[in-house]
Nanobody
Framework: VQLQASGGGLVQAGGSLRLSCVAS????????MGWFRQAPGKEREFVAA????????YYADSVKGRFTISRDNAKNTVYLQMNSLKPEDTAVYYC????????????????WGQGTLVTVSS
């Protein structure tokens, strides 16, 4: 299983970015997918998760209303649309494969991508 995240970069506060994560999983649609992030000097934290069909989503309070997670099972891809970005959103963003139920706990995710860096300037 491999997860390849992309789409990070440098953006000004208030701007937008769209992250993508392509998964080499034969049964991609069988798993919850999630995004986490790790800011410099901080522990990794949950950002968002999407259920197997894409019909249900779950967000951390810090990103609710600004970020949108979605997936395209035909393309084995999960996305994170990030709007109204703030400097505190600066972090390395990781996609991860979950289980069958929605969760924000890292221990529920077993495969992780390499991360993509998002830097938000003030």
């Amino acid at each position: 299983v491999q997860l390849q995240a992309s789409g990070g970069g440098l953006v000004q506060a208030g701007g937008s970015l769209r992250l993508s994560c392509v998964a080499s999983i034969r049964t991609f649609s069988a798993y919850v997918m999630g995004w986490f992030r790790q800011a410099p000097g901080k522990e990794r934290e949950f950002v968002a998760a999407v259920n197997r069909s894409g019909g249900s989503t779950y967000y951390a309070d810090s990103v609710k209303g600004r970020f949108t997670i979605s997936r395209d099972n035909a393309k084995n891809t999960v996305y994170l649309q990030m709007n109204s970005l703030k400097p505190e959103d600066t972090a390395v963003y990781y996609c991860a494969r979950g289980g069958f139920g929605m969760s924000g706990r890292e221990t529920e995710y077993d495969y992780w991508g390499q991360g993509t860096l998002v830097t938000v300037s003030s």
